[in-house]
């Protein structure tokens, strides 16, 4: 951070003092930014919120109906519509995100253990570059092999005819679906939560290594129980950082994860993955054209103000989280 | 990628607590009987040039002796250790046993250290190291069973204090639950927590909250700790590499008196640079020098009275 | 596994049920299930990347031409034989160009100030904190933010300005703009990362010599720090190559370049267009879905794009580092 020289100390040159004060303007101005981004989002996205007060957040309609009412409102400020029960969409959301963000998980700390104590040398030189590799995938493109080879797939080879039939007057099955989203989605945040847990394992002291290996753990459990233990805050912070770029994300979902506002039913058994839906995120995107009708533009940056909390909660949870775990770790003393 | 939060590893320093230990330390648990006589090593009667006694022998105040007859446990035949092309341990051949504290000295680089770790095969875990020769463990060759099974056997504690990121029961504990599929229960664990703690000296102090850090004890308290958790699985051999040259002069009395106190059960090897230390509490010593085991014999009478050059000027402080 | 035979009599202390569990096998059945499952993780992950990488390849090359890179799209009912996408290639230049030049100064600048300012440190915090926040934002909020902002008229130079003096608000300054957002935190991290790997001995030296912290930090400091700059601006324009939301809502929905009327630059950067990751968007299922075959060759374009800056933020990041040595 800043230095501090000893005999010939802080320059205190009026071009000096003028720098300082223009980065510090500069580095000041992200704050302003965030603070006008919270400010504009919140202060367009009220009225929608204001209308429906808590029921907003609840279940109740069709939301691509209430969308469709909400556009079509007739020109009178005083008329327009706002109904609005977005439940569909946050369930979604959570569910997709969530699923994701568990299935990634997992594979991530089994994949992460396996690169650094099991692989043999030639497969983990190799997987290294390949996973920056995938991290740095861009979405539209695992869209595109969503679209193009997962959802046919499903729709035709998967879902069965019989299925089709039994959810039909409620929703078409086509393949677009929260199994192929979630699917993608896990893939797409995996290589990034491999590589941030892969180097917190290796950077675990060599001293607990060798301390474990010392009283006769072989070499799994003691991955498992020291390793695991040590790389935890660096565990937490890659599943936050994965959590966000899955509740972000937009485009890909919107390719394959259904274009309807529907809620799946939990109650329709197996058939239940293969239900269409949409995050809120997705929704973002699919009605971006119409954000020029009052009403309807208020209401999508109600969606994104409630992305913007979940984001903030997110990054709040994540260092929270980070700062309780401390006392274990060797900076505790 | 993204700017992590990995643990750094902070070196453990021992200037920071230079006061407080005494402060805190309660009168330790087992006060072993005082001191003998210093002993003045008397010179051969035969005048054939032999050496002088040596000025450490003479100061040095030697714990009592074990009144167990030694039992042998861990025999190396012509040893050799190499790390790719470079000879770290060149052809030893000693005993460890039962009832007495085998100390291993030399200058640093010797390869007392590399002989140590061969002794858990700890050294297999550097990747281009290379083994000859023969380790035995009661009469069986160590590379003939499974290497966590002669861990259990032969534990080790480490020049710095490693206790695990957990509490202090769940480190003691660790070795015992992470074995095998049946994961003993708390309950069951408890009573043999506490009497590891109390063997190596530490349940006075951590009696009233064992679900504190561990890594929140001091220095000593942690190496205490270590030894607590490698007792707890009850190893026949027990391998010290340098335990106390991080720690205090106080906290290094309590673990010799600790050490010494445990070699009728477990026989004991401790690597040392402290020539003061191998004379308070070895029983057998061995010098290396480069590699090559210089002597090997009792402590009194290579610290009295040593056969070879190479060792009278290292024991009476000419080089190290 | 032989167990020891001849073991003498273990001491007395410690309950006997655990003394005797010393006979167990070394890996316990949950032990094997978990290496398993390791193992199968590991070659999932392989055959993932095998797939994908082997796929998009096979189609690419498929349906990459040379007519494709070379024409424009054009507007025809039979999209799978008519155009190209040369206008997306410009458009994915022109904004990654447009992106990281504004980024790329402000986020040297954050980085200066917090590496060798940062008072008071309250604000630094704040500021550090304010650089996460970015950072996690999805990039579809900060694309309707910045609409927001380029719609109000005080912006209208930004963009076209229809009759009746509705502001548009998409163009490739608009969408410059947000790009830049999303790349500053890498180079904010890159860049303070290697500023903070500089001993303050070199510091210290410059200004024994007389010189003050702003011209220290110009001649010496970001000099030595070109390494770091360099992996974050790549890192940053890798990101702003990959990104579709902040296009679609932020630069209008022409498949050709449409520059606004008048002077050649900045007509053309007040203009609307498209870029790759719109262009695949749009030929896909989920936009008018005409030509997967285009979706497909532009997929790979992007790509190749995307491997190739990979490949430059580690040459950049394998050059020798300066060393401080006394």
């Given at each position: 951070m800043s230095v501090n020289g000893s005999h010939n100390a802080k320059p205190k040159d009026r071009t000096d003092q003028r720098a300082e004060v223009a980065l510090?303007?500069?580095?000041?101005?992200?704050?302003?930014?965030?603070?006008?981004?919270?400010?504009?989002?919140?202060?367009?996205?009220?009225?929608?919120?204001?209308?429906?007060?808590?029921?907003?957040?609840?279940p109740g309609g069709n939301v691509d109906e209430q969308?469709?009412?909400?556009?079509?409102?007739?020109?009178?400020?005083?008329?327009?519509?706002?109904?609005?029960?977005?439940?569909?969409?946050?369930?979604?959301?959570?569910?997709?995100?969530?699923?994701?963000?568990?299935?990634?998980?997992?594979?991530?700390?089994?994949?992460?253990?396996?690169?650094?104590?099991?692989?043999?040398?030639?497969?983990?030189?190799?997987?290294?570059?390949?996973?920056?590799?995938?991290?740095?995938?861009?979405?539209v493109v695992y869209g595109l092999i969503g679209i193009l080879v997962l959802v046919p797939f499903v729709g035709n080879h998967v879902i069965s005819g019989s299925e089709k039939d039994a959810v039909r007057y409620v929703i078409q099955l086509d393949g677009t679906s929260i199994l192929v989203g979630v699917l993608v989605l896990t893939v797409m945040i995996t290589p990034i939560m491999v590589a941030i847990t892969t180097d917190a394992l290796r950077s675990v002291p060599r001293n607990w290594t060798e301390g474990a290996a010392a009283l006769g753990v072989n070499r799994w459990r003691a991955l498992r129980t020291v390793g695991l233990r040590a790389a935890r805050p660096a565990i937490v912070a890659a599943i936050v950082l994965a959590t966000a770029r899955a509740l972000g994300e937009a485009i890909m979902l919107s390719m394959v994860s259904g274009s309807v506002g529907f809620a799946p039913n939990p109650l329709d058994g197996t058939t239940f993955i293969f239900e269409p839906a949409r995050t809120l995120a997705a929704t973002i995107v699919d009605n971006a054209e119409g954000l020029s009708v009052k009403p309807f533009g208020q209401t999508v940056y109600a969606f994104a103000a409630v992305l913007l909390i979940s984001s903030f909660f997110l990054s709040f949870a994540g260092w929270a989280a980070r700062q309780s775990m401390r006392k274990y770790t060797l900076q505790a003393r | 990628m993204d700017?992590?939060?990995?643990?750094?590893?902070?070196?453990?320093?021992p200037l920071r607590e230079p006061m407080s230990v005494a402060a805190q330390l309660p009168p330790p648990v087992r006060r072993i009987a005082v001191e003998e006589a210093p002993t003045v090593a008397q010179p051969p009667a035969a005048g054939n040039g032999h050496v002088a006694p040596t000025a450490v022998a003479a100061l040095a105040k030697r714990m009592p002796r074990a009144d167990t007859a030694p039992l042998e446990r861990m025999r190396t035949e012509a040893l050799s250790i190499a790390y790719g092309q470079k000879l770290a341990v060149n052809q030893v051949s000693l005993t460890v046993r039962q009832g007495e504290v085998l100390a291993l000295i030399g200058p640093s680089g010797c390869g007392k250290t590399t002989l140590l770790r061969s002794l858990n095969r700890l050294v297999d875990l550097t990747p281009a190291a290379s083994r000859g020769g023969k380790i035995l463990l009661d009469g069986e060759d160590v590379d003939l069973f499974d290497v966590t099974h002669l861990?259990?056997?032969?534990?080790?504690?480490?020049?710095?204090?490693?206790?695990?990121?957990?509490?202090?029961?769940?480190?003691?504990?660790?070795?015992?639950?992470?074995?095998?599929?049946?994961?003993?229960?708390?309950?069951?664990?408890?009573?043999?927590?506490?009497?590891?703690?109390?063997?190596?000296?530490?349940?006075?102090?951590?009696?009233?909250?064992?679900?504190?850090?561990?890594?929140?004890?001091?220095?000593?308290?942690?190496?205490?700790?270590?030894?607590?958790?490698?007792?707890?699985?009850?190893?026949?051999?027990?391998?010290?590499?340098?335990?106390?040259?991080?720690?205090?002069?106080?906290?290094?009395?309590?673990?010799?008196?600790?050490?010494?106190?445990?070699?009728?059960?477990?026989?004991?090897?401790?690597?040392?640079?402290?020539?003061?230390?191998?004379?308070?509490?070895?029983?057998?010593?061995?010098?290396?020098?480069?590699?090559?085991?210089?002597?090997?014999?009792?402590?009194?009478?290579?610290?009295?009275?040593?056969?070879?050059?190479?060792?009278?000027e290292y024991v009476s402080g000419g080089f190290g | 596994m032989s167990t020891h035979a001849h073991a003498p009599a273990p001491p007395a202390s410690g309950p006997p049920s655990l003394v005797h569990r010393r006979g167990e096998e070394s890996w316990s059945r949950g032990d094997k299930i978990g290496v398993g499952l390791a193992w199968a993780a590991g070659i999932l992950l392989c055959a993932l990347a095998a797939a994908i990488v082997l796929y998009m390849l096979f189609r690419g090359l498929q349906y990459l031409s040379l007519t494709l890179l070379a024409s424009h799209p054009l507007p025809s009912l039979d999209q799978t034989k008519s155009g190209g996408f040369l206008d997306p290639i410009e458009g994915t230049v022109i904004l990654t160009i447009l992106g990281t030049a504004i980024a790329t100064p402000i986020g040297v600048g954050i980085a200066v100030w917090l590496s060798e300012y940062a008072r008071p440190s309250w604000l630094a915090r704040a500021v550090e904190s304010g650089v996460e926040i970015v950072a996690g934002t999805p990039s579809i909020v900060l694309a309707i933010f910045?609409?927001?902002?380029?719609?109000?008229?005080?912006?209208?130079?930004?963009?076209?300005?229809?009759?009746?003096?509705?502001?548009?608000?998409?163009?490739?300054?608009?969408?410059?703009?947000?790009?830049?957002?999303?790349?500053l935190p890498l180079i904010v991290g890159s860049t303070r990362e290697a500023l903070q790997s500089i001993p303050s001995h070199v510091r210290e030296a410059s200004y024994a010599l007389g010189k003050d912290r702003i011209s220290t930090i110009r001649r010496v400091l970001l000099p030595a720090s070109r390494r770091g700059i360099g992996t974050g601006v790549t890192l940053g324009m890798g990101r702003i190559v990959g990104d579709t939301a902040i296009v679609v809502i932020l630069l209008g929905a022409s498949q050709q370049i449409q520059p606004e009327n008048g002077t050649p630059v900045w007509g053309l950067l007040k203009g609307t267009g498209s870029t790759l990751t719109t262009y695949v968007y749009n030929n896909s299922p989920?936009?008018?879905?005409?030509?997967?075959?285009?979706?497909?060759?532009?997929?790979?374009?992007?790509?190749?794009?995307?491997?190739?800056?990979?490949?430059?933020?580690?040459?950049?990041?394998?050059?020798?580092?300066?060393?401080?040595?006394?």
């Open positions: 510090g303007a500069l580095a000041s101005a992200v704050l302003l930014l965030i603070g006008f981004m919270i400010v504009f989002v919140f202060s367009k996205a009220w009225p929608s919120f204001a209308h429906n007060g808590l029921a907003w957040f609840g969308l469709a009412n909400i556009f079509n409102s007739p020109a009178n400020p005083s008329n327009y519509v706002y109904t609005m029960h977005a439940w569909p969409l946050l369930y979604a959301t959570a569910l997709i995100t969530g699923a994701a963000v568990v299935l990634s998980t997992a594979i991530s700390l089994l994949s992460a253990m396996f690169i650094v104590e099991f692989a043999p040398q030639a497969m983990r030189r190799v997987m290294q570059p390949v996973i920056r590799l995938l991290a740095a995938v861009p979405s | 700017p992590l939060i990995p643990a750094e590893e902070e070196g453990f320093d861990r259990r056997r032969v534990g080790m504690l480490f020049q710095q204090p490693n206790p695990f990121p957990m509490s202090i029961f769940d480190n003691v504990a660790y070795g015992l639950r992470e074995r095998g599929s049946k994961k003993p229960s708390k309950r069951e664990l408890e009573p043999v927590v506490v009497a590891a703690l109390e063997r190596a000296g530490l349940l006075e102090e951590v009696k009233d909250n064992l679900d504190h850090p561990a890594l929140a004890l001091s220095g000593g308290q942690q190496q205490r700790l270590c030894i607590a958790r490698s007792l707890a699985v009850q190893p026949e051999v027990l391998l010290l590499d340098e335990p106390c040259s991080a720690l205090d002069p106080i906290s290094t009395q309590v673990i010799e008196e600790t050490i010494v106190s445990l070699r009728s059960e477990i026989a004991i090897v401790i690597v040392t640079h402290n020539l003061q230390q191998a004379q308070r509490v070895a029983d057998h010593v061995a010098f290396m020098y480069l590699g090559d085991l210089v002597e090997y014999g009792e402590a009194e009478r290579v610290f009295g009275s040593p056969v070879a050059e190479r060792t009278r | 910045g609409l927001l902002v380029f719609q109000q008229s005080v912006f209208g130079f930004l963009s076209f300005t229809a009759e009746g003096n509705a502001v548009f608000g998409r163009s490739f300054f608009t969408a410059g703009a947000m790009m830049a957002l999303i790349a989920a936009g008018e879905g005409g030509a997967p075959q285009k979706a497909y060759a532009a997929a790979f374009v992007l790509l190749v794009i995307v491997i190739f800056l990979n490949f430059a933020v580690d040459l950049i990041a394998r050059r020798k580092e300066p060393t401080w040595t006394r």
